[in-house]
């Protein structure tokens, strides 16, 4: 005959686990990164399909000045978030989350239409490297005061195309400044070489060419998709980045 207090400390047990088995099948929170000349800003509707679906979300504020104070910056937003994160990039993001990917807590990483550096790689020297000679280049303009823009009347087309037209003009006219530091700054250790990837290639992509993104994406072994879109397809179809960003989150679980 079992005693009361066998059945009591059965109980206890029993109740013990639950808090257990309800973390290990608890989402994943997201952590975004921002790319150049934009800020997190752009991640809204992306961040309003996450929060929807149930996920936590951390939109990271880089100040883009320089590689290593993103990192650093991105970094604090992830010891700040509970639990394992997957850690978001787009465009120059993809750099600041090479590096800061390698964080113990960082379960997964997803690049959309990112630059994924190998060691002592930047994006420009990705970019410069990489990219093929029949390809336009981006329409940034000469350093100023050592910061990047891109031409306004260009960045549309280049950055923007299949966004509404509206938006993409405030884009233009809210650019942050790029600085060189950040677009030259090289990643020590990618964090892919440890880590589950997962990568969005857009196919009408006229920053980052799709071959290069191609050319990234197999090499840091990422699971990857193809996407119509422009380099803001982040802002333009944030239901199809929503939905690759939860496909990674379930994925880090394996």
């Known amino acids: 005959m079992i005693s009361l207090s066998s059945v009591l400390a059965i109980a206890a047990a029993s109740l013990m686990a639950v808090p257990a088995l309800a973390a290990e099948g608890a989402k994943k929170p997201i952590v975004l990164v921002h790319g150049g000349f934009v800020d997190g800003s752009g991640w809204e509707g992306v961040y309003a399909k996450l929060k929807k679906d149930g996920y936590d979300v951390t939109v990271v504020q880089n100040p883009t000045v320089s590689l290593a ?6 970094k604090r937003a992830i010891d700040a978030t509970k639990g394992d994160v997957v850690l978001v990039g787009h465009s120059y993001g993809g750099a600041v989350i090479t590096e800061a990917g390698n964080d113990p807590k960082v379960a997964a990483l997803v690049y959309i239409t990112a630059f994924a550096p190998d060691a002592g790689e930047s994006v420009i020297s990705v970019l410069k490297a990489n990219s093929p ?25 280049a950055f923007a195309a299949d966004v ?19 677009a030259g700054g090289t990643v020590t ?66």
């Open 69 to 74: 104070d993103d990192v650093a910056v991105t």
């Open 133 to 157: 000679k029949d390809a336009a280049p981006p329409p940034i303009l000469p350093p100023q005061d050592g910061f990047l823009f891109l031409d306004k009347a260009k960045f549309a087309a």
């Open 164 to 182: 509404k037209p509206d938006i993409a003009q405030f884009m233009a006219a809210s650019q942050v400044p790029w600085g060189l530091g950040a």
């Open 189 to 254: 250790t990618p964090a892919w070489k440890e880590k589950k990837s997962w990568y969005m290639v857009t196919t009408e992509d006229r920053m980052i060419p799709p071959a290069v993104q191609r050319m990234m994406a197999k090499r840091a072994g990422a699971a990857t998709i193809e996407v119509a879109g422009s380099h803001a397809i982040y802002v333009s179809k944030p239901g199809e980045v929503a939905k690759l960003i939860e496909t990674a989150a379930e994925g880090a679980k394996k």
